[in-house]
């Protein structure tokens, strides 16, 4: 249900951002340029609701209503990427992982799968102190063996990234998460999330791990949208832009490089495993 704020804002497709056309303006209705996607005004809280989670989940999110605010990016993770309310992004999947919030409007042709594309981009790390429970549960828990049944114990104990990484998270916290847990599984989660503690020391809010004006002559990144092998993040951030568009994106691990983060070719890290991330591109040609 649209917040009450929402009757006065135009309605706007969730990929490109072009407004309905005249008669069509109510939430719903669906894009010309994108016919797959629905058109959500633009403060709706549908505009960031994903779909129904896994049956372990979503039962115990039923359970807890203090968790339904926890879907998708952790509001926090948004505000420390940007410095800027939750309402000012738009969502980009539809778990609401990879979200959008645009500095500079374009004004030439939305981008097309297969077309060539030009762009500025520098990408930044934001760090995982901001995860929501959810985050820690789809992002972090389900790649430790065998210890995704501990979903319900974590949603249930708002096991966040704050409570991961400040020292919470030690071997008597985590016992009670779970009767059957061994000592040895409970300090290998121990020293799972203590890995991820030392990589907010290790590589802190704001450091860039890559942007093209730092590589050669500075010349713009182009590849093939949809036939290139770029991450999933940057695929759905510019399939939504139209040229001479500047934009700002986020995105969870599981949308960019995932649990093994990536390193160059020397073996340094570029980006630590389940980093969250953050985009600032700009379309030039399309």
């Given amino acids: 249900i649209p917040s009450s704020s929402a009757a006065s804002s135009p309605v706007r497709c969730c990929l490109c951002a072009a407004s309905a056309p005249r008669g069509r303006q109510n939430s719903g209705a ?19 609701r994903p779909p129904p989670l896994r049956s372990a989940i979503a039962a115990t999110t039923r359970r807890n209503a203090s968790h339904k605010s926890s879907r998708g990016l952790g509001p926090s993770l948004i505000v420390t990427a940007s410095y800027s309310s939750e309402e000012d992004w738009i969502s ?33 790390l ?46 008597a916290f985590v016992s009670g998460l779970g009767p059957d847990l061994s000592r040895i599984q409970c300090k290998k989660l121990v020293l799972a999330a ?63 490089y995932g649990a093994d983060g990536l390193r160059t070719k020397k073996g340094d890290v570029m980006v630590p495993p389940f980093a969250s991330l953050c985009f600032d591109i700009t379309l030039l040609k399309c």
């Fill in 194 to 256: 203590k890995r991820i503690a030392q990589q907010q020391i290790d590589f802190p809010v704001g450091t860039e791990f890559d942007s093209n004006k730092n590589k050669g002559d500075g010349a713009p990144y182009k590849f093939v949208l949809g036939k290139s092998k770029v991450i999933k993040a940057m695929q759905l951030a510019v399939e939504s832009m139209k040229a001479g568009e500047h934009a700002k994106f986020i995105c969870r691990a599981d949308y960019a």
């Fill in 92 to 124: 980009l999947s539809e778990d609401g992982c990879v979200r959008k919030m645009v500095l500079e409007e374009g004004s030439g042709d939305v981008a097309a799968v297969g077309s060539e594309v030009e762009v500025d981009y520098e990408g930044t």
């Fill in 30 to 48: 669906t894009c010309v340029t994108h016919p797959s996607k629905l058109l959500l005004n633009q403060r709706s809280s549908l505009y960031l």
């Fill in 126 to 171: 934001v760090g995982e102190k901001g995860w929501s429970c959810q985050d820690v549960v789809e992002c972090w828990l389900v790649n430790q063996q065998g210890l995704e049944s501990l979903t319900p114990a974590f949603l249930e104990n708002n096991v966040d990234g704050n409570k991961l990484t400040d020292g919470t998270f030690d071997e």
